[in-house]
């Protein structure tokens, strides 16, 4: 199994936020931004502005949990730094990135601007391996070690709560094992900043087809049905279910896409629906969902 970085607590404010002087801004700037991005802010007890950008600044890097850190150079106090940089007003903040400033501005700026820096030099040191694993838990639960793979996307939620892939992997790979209730319990708590997305929206319509596949009628006899009926909607409607339960996903959307031909509007339009379900569902690269979409839409568009 995979050993993705335990749940491990945010780092300490000290630890990611110090008064820097000339004696150690080699080492807590220039060496240590070979390891993480470092936001140097330039600051003075006199500078009004300083007062309201410093604390903003230091709640991002806080927020960023160790991806970024900051060093506070008192200006009046190390003077040869400010030369050495040509600091000409403050506050002025610097970005150093393996050695280098990479990025800064002047002045006083709004939080939205703060959020978006922070956020531009989180992307350079990389996400910290949590790609890699994501793409370990995905090739787990496909290959059905559904336990190791909800176990590594907990883990990477411990790092990022909000990491929408995660989250819905998660909730997936509890389907997997038939525990809707643990999955329905996820997504009714799911964070409102990734509650759109389409790792949520893809876990929500697994979710509905699980419940679905449990009553989902014998598909034998439901063909039958359909063979002998070709014009009883409500069979092939629960065929299309029967063989999805059945893991006949395409089989599914063939039913489906017939249905919406000889009636798109039937029970209020729900074979497009349920295709629209199952496409949410599956990756939307998927061969089956981009056939059965061109199709759909030769229907819709004939």
Not at 17 to 36: G, H, L, Y
Not at 234 to 250: I, M, N, P, S
Request: one cysteine or more.
């Amino acid at each position: 199994m995979l050993e993705f970085g335990q749940k491990q607590d945010a780092p300490a404010a000290g630890d990611l936020i110090r008064d820097v002087t000339e004696a150690d801004f080699m080492k807590e700037v220039i060496e240590a931004s070979r390891e993480v991005p470092v936001i140097v802010d330039f600051w003075a007890p006199w500078c009004g502005p300083c007062k309201t950008l410093g604390p903003a600044l230091e709640a991002a890097v806080t927020a960023a949990k160790g991806k970024v850190r900051m060093a506070k150079v008192n200006v009046d106090e190390n003077q040869m730094i400010a030369a050495q940089l040509r600091i000409q007003s403050i506050p002025t903040v610097y970005a150093f990135w393996e050695g280098k400033p990479v990025d800064g501005f002047q002045g006083a700026v709004q939080g939205s601007e703060i959020k978006a820096f922070v956020d531009r030099l989180t992307g350079l040191a990389g996400d910290g391996g949590l790609s890699e694993a994501l793409d370990a838990a995905e090739q787990m639960l496909a290959e059905g070690a559904a336990a190791d793979a909800a176990e590594t996307f907990a883990a990477i939620l411990g790092e990022e709560p909000e990491n929408a892939r995660a989250y819905g992997g998660l909730v997936r790979a509890h389907l997997a094992v038939g525990n809707e209730a643990e999955a329905e319990g996820l997504l009714s708590a799911v964070p409102a900043a990734i509650a759109n997305t389409a790792e949520i929206d893809a876990a929500r319509a697994q979710l509905a087809l699980a419940r679905q596949a449990a009553s989902a009628g014998p598909v034998a006899e439901l063909l039958d049905r359909v063979l002998s009926h070709p014009d009883d909607h409500q069979a092939r409607f629960d065929l299309a279910q029967a063989l999805h339960a059945a893991g006949k996903v395409e089989g599914a959307v063939e039913e489906l896409l017939e249905l919406f031909r000889r009636d798109r509007e039937w029970n209020d339009g729900a074979a497009k629906a349920q295709l629209f379900t199952i496409f949410e569902a599956l990756k939307p690269t998927d061969p089956i969902v981009l056939k059965g979409r061109r199709k759909l839409s030769s229907m819709i568009f004939a």
